[in-house]
């Protein structure tokens, strides 16, 4: 099935990842005509911008797109990749998506009637709204340090990373202890390799506490269902790093000291280049502090067990395994000439070039209200919590996309008082409507 060029839609979805296809669900049960552009195929970021062991840090049962809740027999377990991809194949095929693959969105500006221009690698649509679910993660950021390395190191962004065997014989470098970093260190560890990992100020959770998944305790506790304009700092929580866990062999901490106590050689961030690598001294000060944000998490779980006069069995507190004292190598330094192979876990950026709209602010962040941009008609969804902590997540998506679905809905409806001005929609409002803004 292909575009047909200059055709016209109420609305097109541009995207068709799990945002994508959930607001596509939820537009198709209000019998909505539309379309959703994916420039690749569905599961592309899942399927090529993922290691060979990858797997969901969030158990099973969160896995819950609209009309699609996870109907497997391991619900307290973790999609591996492969499971990830037959969950969205399954899901794709679960109701009738009207989805167009291979088809890139290159430019979105406003119409004098108030419409859409959306043009395509299949030709130009024209549009009455637009959702843009791309996610935040287009582009992958390395930073120009990396240039500082000489031609003779293997250098690779984690999404290019798959597995140990595709880097040569030597020492690794990975920079960056995010969820990525963090993981992937360990994957070289697992295979053998030694490992260097540049530490940053990335949180830690534990994975199980007091005999159940922290993900389940903190879900009876209401945190994914605390919704961004509960935090005072809501700018900060939006770009905070991800605490670092994993659900791989069933899921487990992951405890950088006891990989330090293992063999891998921890050091700070990464600060310069010349002929050797030079590290801050701030490895104890963000060990320390991935330790006290796991411990604070424990600490709340104990409280609302208290609070609710709820039993489960004890369990002592961390102890740290490893320090910094314990060294037996230089954590301020690494001769270039030891090292075969970086990977930098260094995270990803959005690329909005291609909306011609003025609803980014300084930081190039879309300005929204749950998805609702100031731009009549123009919608954001997928982004990191865009209203909670499951709004780019399996889990919270939906949610999301049916919150928009019905600002969409409300939008088209007669009575609505809505008035199509001529004049870009980004300029020009009626007099008895602005743009839904969330409670």
Sequence with gaps: MRLVPDAEYPVVVVGGGQAGLSISWHLTQR?????????????????????????????????DLPGHPYAGNDPDGFM?????????DAYTKSFDVPLFEGVSATRLR???????????????????QVVVATGPYQVPVTPR??????????????????????????????????????????????????????????????????????????????????????????????????????????????????????????HGRLRAIDESLHFDDDLATN???????????????????????????????YTPVWTPADASYDLRELPVTDLKAVIWSTGFGPDHRWIEAPVFNGKGYPVHARGVTPSRGLYFLGLPWQWTWGSGRFGGVGADAEHLAEQIAKA????????????????????????????
């Design 31 to 63: 019998n909505i005509d539309h379309v959703v552009l994916e420039r690749n195929r569905v599961g592309h970021e899942w399927r090529t911008r993922r290691w060979d062991s990858f797997c969901l840090v969030t158990p099973n049962w969160q896995c």
């Design 80 to 88: 591996v990749k492969d499971q990830i991809l037959d969950y969205l």
């Design 110 to 128: 406003g119409r004098p009637d108030g419409r859409y221009e959306l043009r395509t690698t299949e030709g130009t649509l024209i549009a009455d």
């Design 145 to 266: 340090i990396a240039e500082r390395l000489p031609e003779g190191v293997t250098q690779l962004h984690s999404s290019g990373y798959r597995n140990a065997d595709q880097l040569p014989d030597g020492d690794v470098l990975v920079v960056g202890s995010g969820q990525s970093g963090a993981q992937i260190a360990e994957d070289l560890h697992l295979a053998g390799r030694t490992v260097h990992l540049a530490v940053g100020s990335a949180p830690r959770v534990a994975r199980f506490y007091r005999g159940r998944d922290v993900v389940a305790w903190l879900e009876d506790m209401g945190y994914y269902r605390r919704t961004i304009d509960d935090f005072a700092d809501a700018d900060a929580v939006r770009f905070r790093v991800n605490h670092y866990v994993t659900g791989r062999d069933g899921g487990r901490d992951i405890d950088l000291r006891a990989f330090a106590r293992d063999g891998m050689r921890l």
């Design 287 to 317: 060990l320390d502090g991935a330790d006290r944000v796991s411990e604070s998490i424990k600490d709340s779980i104990d409280e609302y067990l208290s609070a609710n006069g709820i039993e489960a069995p004890e369990e002592p507190r």
């Design 412 to 439: 088209r409806a007669p009575e609505s008082g809505i008035h199509w001005l001529a004049g870009t929609p980004t300029e020009t409002y009626s007099t008895d409507w602005v743009p839904a803004r969330s409670a």
